[in-house]
């Protein structure tokens, strides 16, 4: 039985004005809307998906319709320190699709560890390259076998909210950081 076990957001900067999604073009806007973004994650989540909606809704009235989406699966651990590695491929409508990897560490009451797949909402993203940095925020678990949640991360103007649906045990409350890299590296620093 899947439930709802975790949604912890905290933002330590004012939320992003919401995106316009005036179209650049008479066809195709530069957001996606929330009900294409409910589409793919359904497709993606699968039969986990069943609080998918209610995330998605709570991210899209906060921020509005984000301008990329990644789409991937991480690990993670933690026994007071932890670490998360995870890998997908980022999907924007004016500048293609890109693989990107991410990493990082964290610190805080935090025990077990979890397998997820991800989707994660890009908002204000200026170009690809700003993709690759660190995005700063704190992340709540308490589940047992599995959960969705979402977190916030943020770096400048730039929001990330990872959606995640998993399996594991988990539960604490971590301070920590994910670093967006092209490339796989095992360092989470």
Partial sequence: MWFIACL???AVHQPAAAQSSAPTTATQPDTFGEDEILRTGHQFFGSVSGGLASVLERAFSRYGEPNGYILG???SGAFVAGARYGEGHLYTRN???HKVFWQGPSVGWDFGADGARVMTLVYNL????????RFGGVNGSAYLVGGVGMTVL???EVVLVPIRAGVGARLG???GYLKFTPQATWNPF
Avoid: F, Q, T
């Avoid at 200026?126 to 940095?133: A, F, G, K, R, V």
């Fill in 126 to 133: 200026p170009s690809i390259d700003s993709i690759y940095d």
């Fill in 173 to 175: 409350l971590n301070m």
């Fill in 95 to 97: 500048a293609g699709n």
């Fill in 154 to 156: 943020i770096k400048n």
């Fill in 73 to 75: 699966e991480e690990g």
């Fill in 8 to 10: 912890c957001i905290v």
